[in-house]
């Protein structure tokens, strides 16, 4: 799915206007009629609703809302910003067809009880610049009300794009983003304001959309399941490529084990982990199913697909000299922790990665590779630069993991929850792309497929044991479960 920016939502509205045809009010009835269904669904009757209104047409928005609740039992009041004369047409237009049982205050009589939800309406994508009074007004006041907030397109104040540090923004508790994701609410420099997002379709002209050219997209499980490869009935194990993982060290073979037991999960035909010789038995024990070198690298590399390395391998002499080995061995690779940082260190190695890396840096790692950053913009476009001038993929781990093609196409996961920031969650990841890798994928399908299908895990076991109980070693378990759902 594309993510487009403020402006072109805009056009798309106007496009859609004019080529379905249909007029801008009845545009603005459709998506209210897909964000009052959506709280029937989801909040009950007896909670009462408290409507934000501003001047544009995310307040006609809300006000349409607010009388299609009202008409089918929910008790509604409505708080509106400005003088009527202020209004957009639509707005005023949706004010005027409220039912008398709606209650209608102005901002200066604010009374929320505690059970209420309040809609924020206040500012849509059509924001621009700094806020003045009384909308900053009316933003602190939402946020000091105490009670579950749901912001309709996005949350009053966010620019849809970049800009929103130090901005007075509400803090909404679900954000109902019509049609597309905005880029704001995917990012960290405002996406914790956004809560949980739910996208909204609204049916905007389809020409319109998959014509308009973005470097932006959403992965979702549409998007990613069109990756999926088949299997074939009569393959057998060489048919779907070799792992090998170059992972672990003297303490640190919780990380191999992660990494190779993830593979196992990928569907490649054979995972080959290289670990120390005093600590292979752990993985024996732990990955029966795995093969295991130790000692040094193997004499052949022509048998294996894909290489994975970084896990637990730490920064000493002999991880440094393995690392240049593998960089000069050509294959597609997973580059991640410990063999990021030789990276970050020598950036010299940069230059001999073969064409086909992914490199995982979560932020920390990604600093020292490419330097600090002034905000979003900057640090996307830092990360766009390395992609392309090392013909790499980069996956950004964090909150809607970015994953940056080599030439500069943006992907932001729709899986994964906050309970998944614990330690061995990026080897779980490292291990799952390598063996995708090792499968076929190309190196950008593996990035998409396996940042989503580790998402999707971390759901499943957000589900199952809640995000303060799960660890990095659950998400193996849901792995096959996740990819299974999409296929």
């Known amino acids: ?38 709280i029937c669904n989801n909040i009950p009757q007896e909670q009462p609703l408290a409507f934000f209104i501003g001047k544009g047409n995310n307040g006609g928005d809300g006000l349409a809302v607010a009388r299609m609740l009202h008409n089918v039992g929910y008790s509604c009041s409505v708080y509106v910003l400005f003088d009527k004369r ?132 959403y992965a979702d499980g549409r998007y990613v399941s069109e990756l999926v490869l088949p299997r074939s009935r009569f393959a057998h194990k060489g048919t779907y490529g070799h792992a090998l993982l170059v992972c672990g060290s003297q303490g640190m073979m919780g990380a191999a084990v992660l990494a190779t037991g993830a593979a196992l999960r990928s569907g490649c035909g054979l995972v080959t982990a290289h670990v120390p010789a005093e600590e292979r038995f752990v993985l024996h024990t732990s990955c029966p199913s795995a093969l295991s070198v130790f000692s040094r690298l193997p004499d052949d590399m022509t048998k294996y697909a894909a290489v994975g390395i970084g896990s637990g391998v730490g920064r000493h002499d002999l991880s440094v000299r393995a690392f240049e080995a593998l960089l000069s061995c050509g294959m597609p690779m997973v580059i991640d922790a410990d063999a990021l940082n030789m990276l970050a260190a020598r950036p010299e190695l940069a230059g001999s990665m073969p064409p086909g890396c992914v490199l995982t840096p979560h932020l920390g790692e990604l600093r020292r590779l490419i330097g ?5 913009q900057d640090r996307i476009e830092k990360v766009r630069t390395f992609a392309a001038r090392y013909g790499c993929c980069m996956v950004v781990k964090g909150a809607h993991t970015m994953v940056c093609s080599p030439d500069g196409q943006l992907y932001f996961n729709a899986t994964g929850n906050p309970g998944m920031a614990k330690g061995g969650s990026g080897d779980v990841l ?41 660890n990095a070693a659950d998400l193996i378990d849901f792995l096959g479960e996740a990819l299974a759902e999409i296929q």
């Open 1 to 38: 799915m594309k993510i487009l920016t403020g402006s072109q939502i805009r056009e798309a509205d106007q496009y859609t206007i004019e080529h379905e045809p249909i007029e801008s009010l009845a545009l603005m009835e459709r998506a209210s009629e897909v964000i009052a269904q959506w």
């Open 430 to 470: 490292t291990g799952y792309i390598a063996g995708l890798l090792a499968r076929g994928y190309e190196p950008l399908s593996a990035a998409l497929l396996g940042v989503y299908v580790h998402g999707a895990a971390g759901d499943k076991a957000a589900a199952y044991y809640g995000q303060e109980g799960m």
């Open 86 to 217: 202020q209004l957009s047409v639509e707005c005023r237009y949706n004010l005027e067809r409220l039912p008398h049982g709606v209650r209608v205050q102005g901002m200066d009589r604010v009374e929320v009880a505690e059970d209420a939800v309040a809609i924020d309406a206040l500012l849509g994508t059509g924001v621009r610049g700094g806020l003045s009074e009384p909308v900053r007004g009316a933003i602190a006041l939402v946020n000091e009300l105490g009670c579950r907030v749901i912001s309709i397109d996005l949350p009053s104040g966010m620019l849809s794009e970049y800009g929103n540090a130090g901005r007075e923004i509400v803090y909404a508790d679900v954000t109902l983003t019509l049609e597309f994701p905005k880029l704001a609410l995917l990012l960290p420099e405002a996406g914790e304001a956004a809560g949980e997002i739910v996208i909204l379709p609204i049916e905007l002209d389809e020409n319109y959309k998959r014509q308009a050219r973005s470097p932006y997209y």
């Open 372 to 376: 600090t950053w002034n905000d979003d």
